[in-house]
């Protein structure tokens, strides 16, 4: 029994502090879930459940709250997940388990986020300190292997021999294939004015090389802004599949491993392993790709340690261009996928690294 996704719908990927916001989490996700349900012409009543991917919110369930939202019916309990970046594509990898199991039919996966609304956190103190504001939480219970992760990207830059100026030019490559490719239709619900990702821009070698120093070779132009957005897909069982008689994509599996904590772009390289292990695939067979472009470098080392062919991979822009939503990250690059397969056929991967030294894979076919 195979798990197909029948229907896939993001938001643009807005720059925090732009179009998206004043929306709350519910505002931004509750019209892309109904999309992608119109989509797949399923009724709200037909769900089982709801698997939603979110890294930086305030807790409290955000999928019970989106799925409430978008009017989903009481029994939907939703199923909240973080796994940071990686989330987005493990919503998909839960709800191909669920349907496989027969546990459900019908799930809507994919993640949520507004880096514009995160809430304040604070961290507190055992000996009676005021409480401190904080960005990152611990990711390793070893403060010494738990980098920021602008100076572990360096770090990676550093061992690869991979230099600024082979970031910047992916970077700028990124740009520009996001300029010239325009979304699918059905990929993108308009949403306050946005019907495509506003980020991407004409990136020159100058003005690359004038960008602000982050870390080392990590600059503003080679590494992703934080952003707001969402993203999900529609994971059906074959029973159901084959029932409503959608033109669909398999989702044929995938995997997540971890890394050294220290290293966490590296982490890819072993779940793309592990997926293409785990669905029978090789490298060879893979027609187009999507890795996430947290940075630059990230990228380009996960193409090489995988072997990917590179002019397969994000050929129309990746986060580079458009921005982080970090628990939808995932998502929107399954979406950007299912609708390249579905135009253009083929076989298909998804592939993003999260922080602590983990990564997930995930293969598609049409």
């Known amino acids: 029994m195979t798990a197909h996704i029948i229907a896939a719908c993001r938001s643009a990927v807005v720059p925090r502090g732009g179009a998206f916001s004043a929306l709350s989490l519910d505002a ?12 797949a012409g399923i009724t709200s009543n037909q769900v089982d459940e709801v ?3 979110n890294a930086i919110g305030g807790g409290g369930n955000p999928a019970r709250l989106v799925s409430l939202a978008a009017g989903l019916p009481d029994h939907v309990a939703g199923l909240s997940i973080d796994r940071q970046c990686a989330g987005g594509l493990d919503a998909l990898l839960l709800a191909k388990a669920l349907v496989e199991s027969g546990a459900a039919q019908i799930v809507v996966a994919g993640g949520v986020e507004s880096y514009s609304r995160r809430p304040q956190r604070l961290r507190t103190f055992a000996d009676g300190r005021p409480p401190q504001p904080y960005d990152q939480p611990p990711f390793t219970p070893w403060p010494d292997r738990d980098p920021d992760m602008a100076e572990a990207a360096d770090k990676l830059a550093q061992t690869s021999g991979i230099d600024r100026a082979a970031q910047d030019d992916w970077a700028i490559r990124s740009h520009a294939k996001a300029l010239t490719a325009a979304p699918y239709d059905g990929e993108i619900l308009s949403l306050e004015g946005q019907d495509r990702d506003p980020f991407a821009r004409q990136l020159s070698p100058a003005l690359a090389a004038r960008a602000k120093v982050v870390s080392g070779t990590i600059t503003a132009a080679n590494m992703a802004v934080a952003a707001d957005g969402a993203a999900f897909c529609v994971v059906v069982s074959e029973q159901m599949y084959r029932r409503l008689g959608h033109k669909g994509i398999a989702l044929l599996g995938g995997a997540t491993r971890g890394h050294a904590p220290d290293m966490p772009a590296l982490a890819p390289v072993a779940a793309i392993d592990a ?5 029978g695939m090789r490298v060879r067979d893979i027609t187009s790709t999507e890795v996430m472009e947290a940075f630059a470098v990230q990228a380009i080392a996960c193409v090489q340690g995988a072997g990917l062919n590179p002019e397969r991979v994000n050929t129309g822009g990746g986060a580079l261009a458009r921005g982080h939503p970090i628990g939808a990250s995932g998502t929107v690059n399954a979406v950007r996928l299912y609708h390249t397969l579905l135009a253009e056929g083929g076989k298909g991967l998804a592939a993003i690294a999260a922080a602590g030294g983990i990564a997930t894979a995930l293969m598609l076919s049409a």
Request: net charge positive; aromatic share 0%; no cysteine.
């Open 28 to 39: 931004l996700g509750a019209p892309v879930l109904r999309a992608a349900l119109s989509q």
């Open 275 to 279: 997926a293409l292990k785990t669905t």
């Open 51 to 53: 698997i939603l991917s």
